[in-house]
């Protein structure tokens, strides 16, 4: 069974400092996964996939298949950062249909 | 820019009733989902449908159904509203690859 673990719910960081959002994953093949984003009083929406390997507002986050984990980084965070964050996955058996983790609210104080 | 819409934003009803929720995407996704997100548990899969009249069962699909008539709407029906269905409900789309999903604003479901 697939399963997708966020550790943390709450992270607290002030602004500038670096954070790291924990995201493991269980899934015998080789999964797509994803990070998804929810603004406060916005709708939730895509902040970036593994396999475009891009930086979305200054996150980057690597597919650790060793470890299982897709972690999500940002050197420098910042108060507009401060929202919700899910980890998902999909496999490669499904018709795109997404695991998520139980999400980590990120609250940056200046 | 890819438009999920869903019918009503908050509702309130009484235990027993026969809720719709209507979920409409205008981008012609052959894929639409819906979900339940609550606190500590994230967002749950209840059923997804994969082409028009097609379902699936999700994680989570007991005391929901779902129909699909046409490819641009895909509405949810709780058969006999109970306290704990009260949640947010996500309604997505995505087309079959790649596999992002879009999400529509949520209709928070209040069941007393």
């Known amino acids: 069974a697939q399963r997708v673990t966020q550790p943390e719910k709450l992270l607290s960081v002030f602004k500038g400092a670096p954070v790291e959002l924990k995201c493991n994953y269980s899934?015998?093949?080789?999964?797509?996964l994803f990070w998804y984003v929810q603004y406060s009083r916005q709708r939730l929406q895509l902040l970036l996939r593994h396999i475009s390997r891009e930086s979305i507002k200054g996150f980057t986050a690597d597919l650790n298949k060793g470890e299982t984990s897709f972690h999500l980084k940002k050197p420098f965070a910042q108060e507009e950062d401060s929202a919700m964050y899910y980890c998902?996955?999909?496999?490669?058996?499904?018709?795109?249909?997404?695991?998520f983790g139980a999400g980590t609210q990120v609250v940056v104080t200046p | 820019d890819v438009k999920v819409t869903q019918s009503s934003r908050y509702l309130v009803k009484r235990t027993g009733e026969k809720v719709f929720l209507e979920c409409v995407q205008d981008m012609d996704h052959e894929n639409m989902f819906w979900y339940r997100q609550d606190p500590g548990l994230g967002l749950r899969l209840i059923y997804f449908?994969?082409?028009?009249?097609?379902?699936e069962k999700g994680d989570i699909p007991e005391g929901y159904s779902v129909s699909r008539e046409k490819k641009e709407r895909f509405s949810l029906i709780l058969e006999s509203a109970s306290t704990n269905q009260t949640s947010m409900y996500l309604c997505?789309?995505?087309?079959?690859?790649?596999?992002?999903?879009?999400f529509g604003p949520g209709t928070r479901l209040l069941v007393l």
């Open positions: 449908s994969y082409d028009v009249k097609m379902k």
């Open positions: 997505a789309s995505s087309l079959g690859n790649p596999k992002t999903q879009y």
């Open positions: 899934y015998s093949g080789s999964p797509e």
């Open positions: 998902a996955l999909v496999g490669t058996d499904s018709w795109g249909k997404l695991q």
